[in-house]
């Protein structure tokens, strides 16, 4: 069954470390990843997409994520982090098979000053 | 803004009372998906429509029911509702409901059942 687990419900980071949130998915074929933010009170904002090719890919605001298939992972990170940086995260995978879009629970990330 | 538009924002209503969510795609896009978000059980997907067709199911209840009109604004109608009902939903939409295209969310409507 396809399914996604963010393993770390929170993440606290200082302001200028860099920052990691973990994602691992499980699908049945090839999997389309997809990484969303959600600040409060609004709905979640795409921030970047791994389909084929380089395992690393970039996104908006400075993030990239590496795709690993033999760990079945896809973590999001950012060199520097920045205290604008603190939402909640979420990675989602598409199993082609099914064409469901499913989204992990979320991490939260905490931006220390 | 993502330019899908969720009415109403907030809406507060008894157990046993049907509400129905109302979602407007952003301009030109024809596929809409349905999501359920919950402290406990995170962004649940409910169901995706393209172009006034069901594509694709998720784990939503025989209670509630979901169409896509002509126009291409969505409904999720919630019937019967209990208490664990309680939480935000989202609408979100895609140019054609292609594999690798990112979705744009709405902010979503608050439902809370007293």
């Known amino acids: 069954a396809q399914s996604v687990a963010q393993p770390e419900d929170q993440v606290n980071v200082a302001e200028g470390n860099p920052l990691t949130v973990k994602c691992t998915y499980s699908?049945?074929?090839?999997?389309?990843l997809f990484w969303y933010v959600q600040y409060p009170n609004r709905g979640l904002q795409f921030l970047l997409k791994?389909?084929?090719?380089?395992?690393l890919v970039k996104g908006s605001y400075g993030f990239e994520a590496e795709f690993n298939k033999s760990q079945t992972s896809f973590h999001l990170k950012k060199p520097s982090a920045l205290v604008s940086d603190s939402a909640l995260y979420f990675c989602?995978?598409?199993?082609?098979?099914?064409?469901?879009?499913?989204f992990g629970k979320g991490t939260r990330l905490h931006i220390l000053p | 803004d993502s330019g899908v538009t969720q009415t109403p924002k907030h809406l507060i209503t008894a157990t046993g009372q049907r509400v129905t969510l109302r979602c407007s795609p952003r301009?030109?896009?024809?596929?809409v998906y349905w999501y359920q978000q919950s402290l406990d059980q995170g962004l649940q997907f409910l169901i995706q429509?393209?172009?006034?067709?069901?594509?694709a199911k998720g784990n939503i209840l025989e209670r509630f029911s979901a169409q896509q009109f002509p126009d291409l604004h969505s409904e999720l109608n919630l019937s019967s509702l209990e208490l664990g009902d309680s939480a935000l939903y989202f609408c979100?939409?895609?140019?054609?409901?292609?594999?690798?295209?990112?979705?744009?969310f709405g902010s979503g409507t608050q439902l809370s059942v007293l």
């Open positions: 979100a939409s895609s140019e054609t409901g292609g594999f690798s295209e990112k979705l744009f």
């Open positions: 699908v049945s074929g090839n999997p389309y």
């Open positions: 791994y389909i084929t090719g380089d395992n």
């Open positions: 989602a995978v598409r199993d082609m098979r099914n064409d469901k879009i499913i």
């Open positions: 301009s030109g896009d024809l596929s």
């Open positions: 429509y393209y172009n006034g067709e069901e594509r």
